[in-house]
């Protein structure tokens, strides 16, 4: 029964390189959350997504950042153009219903924790 | 707007004593909350969580919560510190309805000394 698969877990690019990170939700779920957790400090969220749509995406920087979840395989967040600042750990989760209406927990992957060299 | 507030930042008890965790959060609707731990380079595991049923909750590893709605309180606690416990919690926001952003406390780190 796995959980929330994160891949890779660790990735390193240079300045102007794209990132590109995958997450498989749980078996069932088809909501998706993004968050960044900078160094020391707790995690920020990003985007929401369910199966082909952006529900949520006021906390994304507005350039360079998008994020998918098609119909068939993983969400995936991209990151262009990587800059220093963007050195973080990348989190997602998944839910099997909208958390706020159903008290439903968000269940996290370990993590892609993104180097910029 | 809400917002969860985490009075400490490093908590540090000595094996067998009590955890205290402290978080106070701010919420204009009846929010659910959450606590979850983070081991190093690990994701966040969710330890318990309240969604207007019983105001004392249990969670995994021993830990409890009490929601106290006077004081916007939802402290976590466990009676003995195991070795193990060692690691940053954070409690989590989550608004009943406003869809599905959880909002994160700054996190405590809890050391715990032999």
């Known amino acids: 029964n796995a959980g929330v698969m994160q891949n890779p877990r660790h990735l390193v690019r240079r300045r102007g390189q794209e990132a590109r990170l995958r997450c498989s939700p749980m078996k069932g779920h088809s909501h998706v959350y993004w968050y960044r957790q900078l160094p020391e400090e707790g995690l920020k969220f990003m985007v929401y997504?369910?199966?082909?749509?952006?529900?949520?995406e006021s906390g994304m920087p507005k350039e360079r950042f998008s994020a998918e979840f098609p119909k068939e395989g993983p969400s995936i967040l991209r990151i262009q153009q990587v800059v220093r600042g963007d050195s973080a750990a990348y989190f997602c989760?998944?839910?099997?219903?909208?958390?706020?209406?159903?008290?439903?927990?968000?269940?996290f992957g370990d993590g892609t924790r993104l180097s910029i060299l | 707007a809400q917002s969860v507030t985490q009075l400490d930042s490093h908590v540090s008890v000595s094996e067998g004593t009590p955890v205290l965790l402290r978080c106070n959060y701010s919420?204009?609707?009846?929010?659910?909350l959450f606590w979850y731990v983070q081991h190093p380079n690990k994701g966040l595991q969710l330890l318990l969580k309240?969604?207007?049923?019983?105001?004392l909750v249990k969670g995994i590893n021993g830990f409890e919560a009490e929601f106290k709605k006077s004081e916007t309180s939802f402290h976590l606690t466990k009676p003995s510190a195991h070795m193990s416990d060692a690691a940053e919690y954070f409690c989590v926001v989550s608004l009943n309805n406003a869809g599905n952003m959880l909002t994160f406390g700054g996190g405590t780190r809890l050391m715990v000394k032999p």
């Open positions: 989760a998944s839910s099997a219903t909208g958390t706020g209406a159903q008290g439903q927990p968000q269940h």
């Open positions: 997504l369910q199966k082909e749509n952006i529900i949520d």
């Open positions: 919420s204009s609707y009846s929010p659910s």
């Open positions: 309240y969604t207007s049923a019983a105001t």
